[in-house]
């Protein structure tokens, strides 16, 4: 398959290079150019704007945030512009549920095709393929997208036919995440405080109860607050539990623990933690303890 | 070996008849005698006070709460005054850190042994052998009772050598429990509320993070919205939240989202669903929700 | 002097009404005419445009939110294409900081000037001539404005050059109100349910602390359970703390009390209580109770 | 009159000083014997036992926490077994809805009278005869304590006839203003770092709003940052929320609110402020939003 790809961060290079590997044809496009022209060594040909990567017809996005999103597939020389009538927009970035669905709708005025595909999964599992595909939209769509899908991920989810149902379940999971950590955060800090040894606290809870890797890996960065160098920094895990509180706002569903979560990441960029693994929010309650 | 064990409700009606088929000499007290009677058909001789079921030299105790426990250990005809010189206390209820200490202190003072064992684990887990029991105290004492605990649990964890280390990790553990179900509880009104099927979002959420048992069967418990039989009490719930907390406060250690999982069971009870599934409290997220 | 007036809401329409009584020529413009033209017996003119009322050259808006002001404001027919240049817009709705810098900017681009002047006090307040007005922006903007302040407040607070500064202390003040509800509907929860009579409870706090006017009428409205009919509704409360938090967010300053507030708000619109008077949220509080 | 009177700390000495300049006969005691013999140029008689200040007949305490008053109504030498038949013991400190209880049924049961007595004030006030008294009890047992009153207080309150209920209404009282100096903390973290002068700020709330002296008091402190010295330490607020709280949770009544400040109490002593005025809290506020 011929497809253009755009948005070459930590994600994005990892993803656009196992298409590659997977004999697709990628044409790519990255704000910086010189991440762009790292593929080409693997056969990526570069676009000189995100338009001539989506004219293509099968355009795949991978990028910060909404504004990031908003400009790349809306602004000048941009996607909705230049993508063909029947042609494809496959959103992987983590966005808001309210971009995601205006998206859909401009796309579908434009007789385009729009789905959604967040990822869960950090760089080393991009890079390892073994990252989950959360997918929604049409399902001829989607299932035009499989190769792609294959290529990327060690599984595929299909959400529905809403594409925002994608987004809301891929900002709900890393709530989901961020409520854990301040939760082990908290219990850490009491058994740490009451003379338990935090590897100790751990191996018996995720021996019995939280035997999630997701739960040791978390546990373990807490237990010995490696929160450095960042696999996912503060920052980001506050911009995605902002993305769940918009959408709980605007559907009238009140999240406390999200608040609560929301507050620790922006307490910690008030305390100059901002760029430290989103864990780190688990340090704050150790020091509110006095640890 | 012959052992007393006290207090024979769902949980100790089914590890005190594991320690029977195990082949233990087992004399029980309960303070509704009907139950204890119940274990005589597998052998079991009952005692009329708790104090005979102690003169035996091993007891163990596995009651509601800390009243029954103080009751039953420092009461009259309790196991402190019939508990012979070098015999063993093996507390497995749920209780408070502040009691196991002073339980601890009182045993020593009196030349007697104390084991702090309390278990992780449903009835249904008690009845299959499956609990996971997590014992603090001296080690020769944990050594002798070694056979007790492998008739009861699928493993045996040792917390330390203070008595009040295991019971800290058990109401921790289950205030990780309760914080994940209201966590899920949060992110599955907004769910719902948004148009996604509960069943899809638990089936990609429990399919890629959060892919524990834990998860699984709290979020079908959820999902299904099926918080009646109770497996384990909305009240029950407030009684270990209100044990982590009380802990916590005494430790000098915040712990904002036990505060607000300890008001849910408040309000759980104050909307007369105290009886129902501890889960319940995603109920009253969903109603605050609109749904 | 001259002046343009939009929005006849319970607190515009006492408002215009006030500056017709003090001489003021006044040509108001509402969405729903027939409100417009109640004021046309004190001698009002109606306007058939937001622009037509612009013209004049001073024109004072009272909407209902964001929304409101934004289409009279900045669309077709609106207050930035007739308002002449060194013309001044006096913007005394409840809106968003940020929208309020945008229109100081936009009105600035266009040679306008831009007063932002949110009121304290309900339509009572408004009728009596007693509110209190938060102004911000040019001094000698404010200046000329002053006959108008006068006929319309008891009071006028100059709360420095930037207009934005006017906004934030008017939604900081209504989030204030707003966690004062929410803490006396848990007092008094617990007083009520310790069998305390909440008159009694009220007659000795605002006859020791809480002695402002602020306390004894909310006090009051909760000791009562007076929500009805509203002075000031659920689904408005939620939205000025709404304003509250998302100043807070874009600033990066965690209000916890604020987000626990938001949340009591969204739960009375789930709960059906949106058009009860916003402190109908401490009735929430005493359900949670079980009162 | 003659009386007892138990406890001279800031306040105790203070309210004894104005029980002797109104012409009572009074007797002291207190644990450092050196403050009691403060007051013997004023004319006090200093006893060598609580007991002996009890047997005069009617015994006024005011000491720091429960733990002081259990020791000194309930102990050896203590004033349950040295006031007459028919004496009475006023019991003017913060204490706990439950001790207040006891205290009440052991008084009944010795044939003597109970009066739970707390004062709203610091000490200041009560050397100025500006105390806010809030009594409960038998009527009978309030009048024959009036001139005592009279003597230290500007005004009597009357809570009803069970003793409880006045302690229930202090503790409250003091969760109002941790929760306002809260909410001010909050507000003003936001007003200061979008740039409004927090002088300013306060200037307007408490000229529209917030009139009364209490929140000009806190306001001008937090606005100044002058947590130094304390008028009322942040570990004092924190044993009274804690009062707060333990009522609440006997009660069943979820306190959010009181949690939350409870919380940043806690914080505010793991950093080392627990001897700063407990309007520090608003310091972590502002440093939690990176001031």
Chains 1, 2, 3, 4 share one sequence.
Request: with cysteine.
């Amino acid at each position: 398959m011929e497809v253009g790809f755009i948005g070459l961060g930590k994600m994005g290079l990892a993803m656009a290079g196992n298409l590659l590997k997977a004999g697709q044809s990628v044409t790519v496009w990255n704000r910086t150019r010189a991440r762009a022209e790292k593929l080409q060594p693997q056969g990526a040909r570069v676009a000189t704007s995100p338009g001539e990567a989506a004219r293509i017809g099968i355009v795949l996005t991978m990028l910060a945030d909404d504004r990031a999103v908003e400009s790349v597939a809306l602004g000048e020389n941009g996607i909705l512009k230049s993508l063909p009538p029947g042609g494809t927009h496959v959103s992987m970035s983590t966005i808001s549920v309210t971009l995601s669905s205006r998206l859909a709708a401009a796309h579908g005025a434009a007789g385009q095709h729009y789905v959604a595909a967040p990822v869960f999964g950090r760089p080393e599992a991009a890079a390892a393929r073994k990252l989950f595909i959360v997918a929604a939209g049409a399902e001829p769509d989607i299932a035009r997208c499989q190769p792609l899908f294959d290529a990327m991920a060690q599984k595929l989810y299909i959400a529905g036919a809403d594409p925002a149902a994608a987004n809301l379940i891929k900002v709900l999971g890393n709530f989901l995440i961020a409520s854990t950590i301040e939760s082990f955060g908290e219990a850490l800090a009491l058994a740490r405080k009451s003379g338990v040894a935090p590897e100790k606290f751990l191996e018996i809870l995720t021996g019995t109860l939280f035997t999630s890797p997701l739960h040791q890996n978390y546990g373990s960065i807490i237990a010995r607050e490696a929160y450095d160098p960042a696999g996912f920094a503060a920052s980001l895990g506050l911009k995605d539990v902002r993305l769940a509180l918009a959408a709980a706002d605007s559907a009238g569903v009140p999240m406390p623990v999200a608040s609560l979560v929301r507050d620790r990441f922006l307490s910690a960029i008030g305390h100059g933690l901002g760029e430290k693994d989103w864990s780190v929010i688990a340090r704050l309650a150790a020091e509110d303890a006095g640890l």
